[in-house]
C-alpha cells in the first residue's frame, strides 16, 4: 500500500490509513459496553428475532465467528508480560495507551482489576488488588470500614505476639459505630467483637456515662443548662426549635436513688421501708400508675446538630389543654433561665394539644400582630422571657400529612365538594393504573401511621394518574391542596414567599369547603354535613394552624433572626416520634424509669446518624416508612441558605395573599362552591373538644389493665461472706476498668472534640458563608423554560373551564419535597404481584415459610385476647340493622291509591343474589323527611372495628355505610336533578346508613333509571315507575316508614 514493508516507517497519516485498512478486512471484533466486553462478527446483525422466554439468542454471524482460525489464534496465544513485554511491537502498544501502561507498571494493571472477579481467583490476587485500591484511596469515604479493618489487623497482631488486648486505640468512626450498635443489641455488639474487634460493653458503658446525656427526673434545670453550655461550646445563639409529644409505657412501679419511679406527676421520694410501702400501696389503691410518657425534645434548625431530649415526664391519666399550657409554661420559663431561646413549639394533632396550643397566646400581653380582615388572617405571636422573644406554636407537618391521607380511606365519610367526590374507590383506580407509585398496602388494610405511604399518595406521580382519569378530578384537586401545604413546610428548596402562597393557597381552599359544608347543611337539612361530607374539625384546625404558623415563623425571624436561614421542616415534632421509635427498638415494652436509663443510648444513636457516621435502616418498631431526616441534607448549598435568609416584608406578604387568593377562588369556581348571591355563610365554632383519649391510640374492642409486679422490699444476701467476697470481686474489675479508661480518655476527648469541631464548622458555615465576588453572587440563576422562579404565573384553571394539567404537575413536581430523595420504592412490581396471587388463587396453596415474627405478634395478640377485659359499648354494632321491614307492607304506609302494576314493583325492592347491591345502580333514599333516588357509589362493610370497602353484596348483613349521589324526585317531571336550580354546581353526595336504602331498582329492560351524562346530576326516571315513586314520595309514607325504622334496634355482635 505504501511501497514499504516497514511500519515504523510510515507517517501518521499512513498509520491511520492502515489501521482503517486492518479494520475493514477483520472478520471479528472486540467490543466493550458498560465495563463488558464481547467479540462480535464485523456482519453482525445486531437485531435478531427471538422467540418468548428464550434468552441469549446470538446472529448466525457472530456464532460462525467460533470456528474463524485467527481468532482461535489470538485466544491461545498468552499475554505479554514481564520479560515477553520488550518484544511487543511499539506501535501495537502505542494505539491503547492504557493497556501499555496497564502492561508496564503492575499496580496500574492491579488497579484496573475488579475486586468482585479478583475473589474468584486466589487469596494471593485478593488481598494484591484489594491493597492496590486502598492505597488509591477507594475506601477514603468508608470510614468505619477502615476502622474496622485496622482493629482486626491490630487484634491479630496482639493476639500473635501473646499480647493483652487492654488499651488498643480505636478510629473514631469505628468506635462510634460499634457504640451505636451495642445501644440497639448488646448482644450484637458483642457478637460482632467477639468476631472481629472492638471495645467491650462496660468500656462502652463507662464511656456514655462520662460523655452522654443523663435525665433527671420532671423539668429539671440541670437538663436544660447541659444542652446551653453545649449549644455554647458549638458557638450558637440562636433560635432552637422544641417539640412535645406523648407515648405509651407500661404501667408499673419501680425503685431508684430513693424514689419510686412509675406514678403520676414524677418520682414519689421515700425515706424508709415502711413509708415505701405506705406510699406503694397507696398509688395502686388510687390508680395512680403512670401509662403515657411526654417528651420534651430541643433541635437547632440547622442540619448536621443532634436532637437533644430536656424532659421525660411520667403525665397524669386524663390530661387536660389547662394541664399541658402550665407543663410548657414551665418548660419555657426554665429554657428561658438557662439562655435558651426557644422560638417554636410544636406539638401532634390530639385536640388537648389543639387546644393548648390555641392557649399559648395568653401567656403574655405583649405580641406581634399580622392582620388582615379581608383574608380572614388574625395572627397574635407571644413574646415571652427576658428579653421578650416570640414563640410560634407549630403543628407537625408530617403529621398532618397523614391526617390527609387517612380522610380519604374513611368509610365512614363521603368527601366531596361542589360537583365532585371523592374516596378509596377513586384510590383503588390509580392503584390499578400503570406507572402507579402506589402498593396494595396503601389503598387496603394499610398503616395509617406509615408516612411512606402518606408520601406516595401526595406525591406528583399519583396527582399526575388522576388528573389523567376524568372519574378522578375531585381527588386530583384533593391531592393538589393538601400536598401544596405540607410541602409549604417539608420542601427545602422553595423560598419563603412561594411557601406562603402555596400554605394560603391551600389554607383559602379549605376555609371555602368548610363554609360551603355548613351551607349545604342547611338546604339539605342535615343530608349533607360537615362530620360526613368534610375532613374531621380537628383536621382542619390542624391545616389552618399550618397556614398561619408558617407565616408566624417567617415574620418571627424576619424581626428577630434576620441574618439566620429558616428552614421550616426542622420545625416539629419528628424528632420526638425517632426518640420514641428508638425506644422501641432497645425496648419494645418499656417502663418509666426504663425510658430514662435508655437516653444515653439514644443520644449516641442519634449523634451518630446526624454527624453522617453510620447509616441507619429502617425498623419495624418505628413507624413504618418514617424515613430519618437527621443526616439529610447535612450540607446546604449557600445558595439555598442565602435564599432561606431572605425574608418578604408586609408589603410583599399582602400581594402574595392576594395571588393566594386568585388561585384558590379559581379551583373554588372550578368544583362549584362558589359563593351563591344572597346566602350568608355561617363561620364555624372555634372551640376544640378535647377526648380524654385524645392521643392515645387504644383498642377499639378491648381494654388492657397492667398489674405491677409487687417485689420483695428486703432483699438481703443470706450468707454475709458471699456478699464480701462479691464485692471484692467487683471493686476488682472496677479498678481494672478504671485503667483501661484512664489510657484511652485522651482518644474519647479527641472524638467529642471531632464531632464539635464538625457541629460549630457546620454552624459557621451556614450563619457566615463566604463572601462572594462579583463574578459569584448568591443569586438563584436566570429563570429558564418552566423554572421554579416562573411558577407563580402559572394558572391552575384554563380559559375553557378545566384543570391545567400541565400547570398543576409542574408545580407539584417543584414543591414535592422528597421527589429527589427516592425514599422506598417508587414503583410498584406489578407484574411478579398479579403472579403471585394468581397462583396462589388458582392452586390454594399457603405460602411456603411463614415469617416468625409475624407467628409471635399473632400468638402474642392472642394471649392478650384472652386476659383481656372485654369493653361493653365495643361489642355493640350499631351498624347491623338488618332491614326487617317487610317489602310487600310498604304500600300500606300511602295514602296514595297504589295501581296493580306499582303493587308488584313493591316486592322487587330488596337486596338479594338476583339483585345484589352494586355500584351504579339506583334506589329509593329517605332521609330527613325527604324521598330522593339515590345512585350507588360505594359500599362498606363493618369488618374488624372497620368500614372495609367492597365491590358488591348480595346481603345487607355486616353492611355499615353507602356512598350515594342524590338526585330530587319531581312528579312532574321525567328528570330528576340533583341540585337546586340557583346552584346547579352544588351536587348532593351523602353518607348513609344501609337501611336509608328503602327500595333498590332492579336491572330490567325498559325500566331502568338513566344518566344520559354522568358529569351532569340529571337522571331519567322511566314512565313505568313513575306511579311506584309518586307513592313513595307521598309524606304520609315517608313519615310512616321513617317512624317504622327508628323501632329496629342494633343487634349485638355475638360473643
Known sequence: ???????????????????????????????????????????????????????????????????????????????????????????????????????????????????????????????????????????????????????????????????????????????????????????????????????????????????????????????????????????????????????????????????????????????????????????????????????????????????????????????????????????????????????????????????????????????????????????RIPLLGNPPRPLVAVQDPKHARKTCANQILSGARLLSFGKYWFSILHLAVILESDGTSLYTKDVYNCDKQDDGRAYRLFNEETMKISLEKEDCTGLAVYLFVMGEICDSWLNQTMNHSDRILSAYTSHFFLTQWHQYLGEQSERTKGVMNLDRNGISYPSQKILALLADSLLSLIISHREYYPNLPLMPWKHGTEACEHIFGWMRVILPNFTVLDARQMMPKIFTIVKSIMCGRVKMPNSEHVHSGYRYSFSEASHLDPKLVSRLSLFPDNQEIDKILQMAQKRANALIAFTGMQKIAGIKSKKSPDAVVSGENDGVSISITKLYYYKSTRRILSDEPDNINEAIAEAASLAGERHSLEHNILEQADEHDALNETIHTNSRMSIQNLLNPRINTSDDVVTMPPPKTNSVNSLNSLELITSNKQLNRESMTLIRHHHDSEILLHHGNERKRRRNQNETSSVQEETGEEPKKLDPRTCSKIVSLCVHDANAKQDPAGRMHRWNIPLQLDLRNLTSNSSVGVDFTAHALFTTGEVSPENPL??????????????????????????????????????????????????????????????????????????????????????????????????????????????LLVAMSEPTFIKKTEADLKKLKPLAKSK
Open 918 to 1027: 352494586e355500584p351504579g345502580k339506583f334506589g329509593v333514599v329517605i332521609r330527613k323527611g325527604s324521598m330522593f333516588i339515590g345512585k350507588i357509589l360505594a359500599i362498606f362493610t363493618y369488618k374488624n372495628g372497620r368500614h372495609d370497602y367492597t365491590r358488591a353484596s348480595d346481603t345487607r348483613a355486616k353492611l355499615s355505610y353507602l356512598h350515594v349521589q342524590l338526585f330530587y324526585y319531581d312528579p312532574k317531571s321525567p328528570a330528576s336533578l340533583g341540585y337546586k336550580t340557583e346552584a346547579p354546581d352544588r351536587h348532593i353526595f351523602a353518607l348513609i346508613k344501609t337501611h336509608d336504602l328503602i327500595f333498590l331498582f332492579r336491572r330490567t329492560q325498559g325500566m331502568n333509571i338513566t344518566q344520559p351524562d354522568l358529569t351532569e346530576a340529571c337522571v331519567w326516571v322511566p314512565s313505568s315507575l313513575r306511579s
Open 1 to 379: 500500500m505504501f511501497k514499504t514493508t516497514t511500519e515504523s516507517d510510515l507517517t501518521k497519516v499512513d498509520q491511520q490509513s492502515l489501521q482503517d485498512a486492518l479494520i475493514k478486512e477483520a472478520t471479528w471484533e472486540i467490543r466493550r459496553n458498560d465495563g463488558c466486553r464481547s467479540i462480535h462478527s464485523t456482519q453482525c446483525a445486531r437485531v435478531v428475532p427471538a422467540q418468548p422466554g428464550k434468552k441469549d439468542v446470538v446472529c448466525n454471524s457472530c456464532v460462525a465467528v467460533r470456528k474463524d482460525t485467527t481468532l482461535l489464534t489470538a485466544i491461545n496465544r498468552l499475554y505479554a508480560d514481564g520479560d515477553t513485554l520488550k518484544h511487543v511491537r511499539k506501535s501495537l502498544m502505542e494505539a491503547d495507551p492504557f493497556q501499555e501502561k496497564r502492561r508496564t507498571y503492575k499496580q496500574v494493571n492491579l488497579l484496573a482489576t475488579k475486586i468482585e472477579r479478583a475473589t474468584k481467583k486466589d487469596d494471593q490476587t485478593f488481598w494484591k488488588v484489594f491493597a492496590a485500591q486502598a492505597s488509591a484511596g477507594k475506601f477514603d469515604d468508608l470510614e468505619p470500614f477502615k476502622g474496622l479493618v485496622m482493629a482486626v489487623a491490630v487484634r491479630n497482631e496482639r493476639e500473635r505476639d501473646g499480647k493483652s488486648l487492654n488499651g488498643v486505640r480505636f478510629s473514631p468512626h469505628f468506635d462510634d459505630f460499634m457504640m451505636t450498635l451495642a445501644a440497639i443489641s448488646p448482644r450484637g455488639a458483642q457478637f460482632f467483637r467477639e468476631t472481629f474487634a472492638g471495645r467491650s460493653l462496660r468500656s462502652q458503658r463507662a464511656i456514655r456515662a462520662k460523655n452522654s446525656m443523663h435525665l433527671e427526673d420532671g423539668l429539671s434545670r440541670k437538663n436544660f443548662e447541659h444542652i446551653s453550655a453545649t449549644l455554647k461550646s458549638l458557638n450558637y445563639v440562636g433560635p432552637l426549635a422544641a417539640g412535645s409529644d406523648q407515648t405509651v409505657c407500661l404501667k408499673t412501679l419501680r425503685v431508684h436513688n430513693d424514689c419510686i419511679v412509675g406514678a403520676q406527676g414524677g418520682d414519689v421520694k421515700f425515706d424508709s421501708e415502711e413509708n415505701l410501702k405506705e406510699l406503694t400501696e397507696k398509688i395502686l389503691t388510687s390508680q395512680k400508675l403512670c401509662s403515657k410518657l411526654r417528651a420534651y425534645t430541643i433541635q437547632v434548625p440547622l442540619p448536621g446538630i443532634p436532637t437533644y431530649v430536656v424532659a421525660l415526664l411520667a403525665s397524669q391519666e386524663k390530661e387536660t389543654a389547662a394541664d399541658i399550657v402550665e407543663t410548657h409554661r414551665q418548660f419555657l420559663a426554665i429554657a428561658n433561665e438557662s439562655g435558651l431561646n426557644i422560638l417554636s413549639l410544636s406539638a401532634d394533632g390530639a385536640a388537648n394539644e389543639l387546644s393548648a396550643q390555641t392557649a399559648l397566646s395568653d401567656l403574655s400581653d405583649k405580641h406581634i400582630t399580622f392582620v388582615r380582615p379581608k383574608y380572614e388572617i388574625n395572627i
